[in-house]
């Protein structure tokens, strides 16, 4: 407890503010995201519920307001969307090309077999197999 204590109070001589807790939605350092496309909440700026910074983040296939140049028109036209449904849209999008071929296996399927006596308990079960 002694050493945790003598490190906090060196970490706070050479920076006062490094325990304070950040106000608004402010990101100073930006996020990194390389495979999420910033819609997880491994992303300090999703986390944050603040679109990413072109200036500050450097993220590739950004999902979350980025500044990459292939997502460019879906996020102008998508600002104001909450992460979360982004992410629920995205889910959507990836669904929908199946969604035909998942209808028709269950159309061409045929109900499942109703079983109409019930199962024997187990003791009949073993009453039928010594006899």
Do not use: H, W
């Not at 325990?19 to 909440?41: H, Q």
């Not at 909450?82 to 109900?111: G, H, R, W, Y």
């Amino acid at each position: 407890d002694g050493i945790r204590t003598k490190t906090i109070e060196e970490v706070l001589s050479r920076r006062p503010l490094a325990f304070d807790k950040r106000e608004g939605d402010s990101n100073d350092v930006g996020c990194i995201c390389k495979k999420t496309k910033c819609l997880k909440k491994y992303c300090i700026c999703f986390s944050a519920g603040i679109n990413c910074d072109k200036d500050k983040c450097r993220c590739t296939d950004c999902g979350n307001g980025g500044d990459d140049s292939e997502n460019e028109e879906d996020t102008t036209n998508n600002n104001n969307i909450d992460p979360t449904q982004a992410i629920n849209q995205n889910q959507n999008e990836m669904i929908q090309p199946f969604a035909d071929l998942i209808e028709l296996k269950c159309v061409d399927s045929e109900p499942p077999l109703m079983i109409e006596d019930p199962p024997l308990p187990l003791l009949d079960v073993v009453t039928l197999i010594e006899e």
